[in-house]
């Protein structure tokens, strides 16, 4: 099982990108996947949470309305659009899936048990 994200780069303030976090050996239908993010110096913050089980993704505060996570049609790949980016989106991007079928972004904590590398996100002029 592996999960390797991709499309980081360096990006101008209120500009765009889209990260890509694809799975092999496993439909990521069958867990909650998510996105988390990490600056220098600073506690990892999950951003996106998307389940097969929940109508809807959830998002944190400081992303919501300007970053949109979705999937592909057979479930394999899950995606982070980030519009609008500030500075301080600036962090290295990690998807990570876990839980289990059936689970949901909105019950119980996840126990993410497959991590995809880092993706470094640099947003300046």
């Known amino acids: 099982v592996q999960l390797q994200a991709s499309g980081g780069g360096l990006v101008q303030p209120g500009g765009s990108l889209r990260l890509s976090c694809a799975a092999s050996r496993f439909r990521l239908d069958y867990h909650v996947v998510a996105w988390f993010r990490q600056a220098p110096g600073k506690e990892r913050e999950e951003v996106s949470c998307i389940s097969s089980t929940d109508d809807r993704p959830e998002y944190a505060e400081s992303v919501k309305g300007r970053f949109t996570t979705s999937t592909n049609k057979i479930k394999t790949t899950v995606y982070l659009e980030m519009k609008s980016l500030k500075p301080e989106d600036t962090a290295d991007y990690y998807c990570?899936?876990?839980?289990?079928?059936?689970?949901?972004?909105?019950?119980?904590?996840?126990?993410?048990?497959?991590w995809g590398q880092g993706t470094q996100v640099t947003v300046s002029s």
């Open positions: 990570a899936a876990g839980g289990g079928y059936g689970s949901s972004c909105r019950g119980p904590p996840i126990e993410y048990d497959y």
